[in-house]
C-alpha cells in the first residue's frame, strides 16, 4: 500500500510509552496523538486509582481527540501495563472508536508482568487481530537497549502496509 497514513495513539503516566511512541512515529514518519486527561494520577492516591481502573476494566474520562483514526490505513495503539491488564484511558480510547480503527498494532511497555493480558484486553475492545504486538520493559527502554525489538516491529508494520511509507493525513486534525 504505498503512501499509507498511519497513526500512533497512546497514553502514558510516566513518559515510558511517550517515549517509545515518539520513536515509533519518528521511524514510520507518521502522526501521533498522546491521550490526554483532564486529572492527575500523580502520587500513591493516583497509582491506586489507575491499578483499580484497570483491574475492574473501568475506562477513564479522556479529552476529546484530535485525529479521526478512520482517515489512517493503520492505527498502532500503545499503552502502559497497569494491574496486568489495559490502562484505563487507552481502554476509553478503544471503546470510543472501535468502530473507526483500521488495521491495528499494539504496544505496551510495563514492568516485566501482563503483556499478553494487556494484547487480549486490547483485542477484544478492537474486535480484530494486530498486525503486530511489542511489549518493551521500562527498564529497557530507559537504557535504549529496546531499540533491535523496536526496529523489527517497525519492519513488520511496513512489510505489512506493503513498505508504502507513511505521510500525514492532512485533513485529519
Ligand atoms: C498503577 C500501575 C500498575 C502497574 N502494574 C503493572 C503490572 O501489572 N505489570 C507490569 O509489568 N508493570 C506494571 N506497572 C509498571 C508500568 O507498566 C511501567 O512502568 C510502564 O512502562 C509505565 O509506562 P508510562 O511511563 O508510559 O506510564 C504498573 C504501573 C502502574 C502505575
Not at 514518519?29 to 492527575?40: L, Q
Not at 500513591?44 to 483499580?52: H, T
Not at 501495563?81 to 510495563?110: E, H
Amino acid at each position: 500500500m504505498a503512501n499509507a497514513r498511519i497513526l500512533v495513539v497512546y497514553y502514558s503516566r510516566t513518559g515510558t510509552t511517550r517515549k517509545v511512541a515518539q520513536s515509533l512515529s519518528a521511524a514510520l514518519s507518521c502522526d501521533s496523538e498522546e491521550i490526554a486527561e483532564a486529572g492527575s494520577r500523580e502520587g500513591i492516591f493516583g497509582y491506586l486509582r489507575s491499578a483499580m481502573e484497570a483491574r475492574r476494566q473501568i475506562p477513564s474520562r479522556i479529552a476529546a481527540t484530535v485525529r479521526d483514526p478512520s482517515l489512517y490505513d493503520l492505527v498502532v495503539i500503545g499503552t502502559p501495563v497497569w494491574a496486568w491488564s489495559l490502562s484505563s484511558p487507552v481502554r476509553a480510547y478503544l471503546l470510543a472508536n472501535s468502530s473507526k480503527l483500521p488495521a491495528v498494532a499494539f504496544f505496551c511497555t510495563l514492568g516485566g508482568a501482563g503483556s499478553d493480558q494487556v494484547f487480549g484486553q486490547m483485542r477484544e475492545l478492537v474486535g480484530k487481530q494486530p498486525l503486530d504486538c511489542l511489549s518493551l520493559t521500562a527498564r529497557d527502554v530507559a537504557s535504549a537497549n529496546h531499540a533491535p525489538r523496536l526496529a523489527t516491529f517497525v519492519e513488520a508494520i511496513q512489510r505489512a502496509i506493503g513498505n508504502g511509507r507513511s505521510s500525514a493525513a492532512t485533513n485529519a486534525a
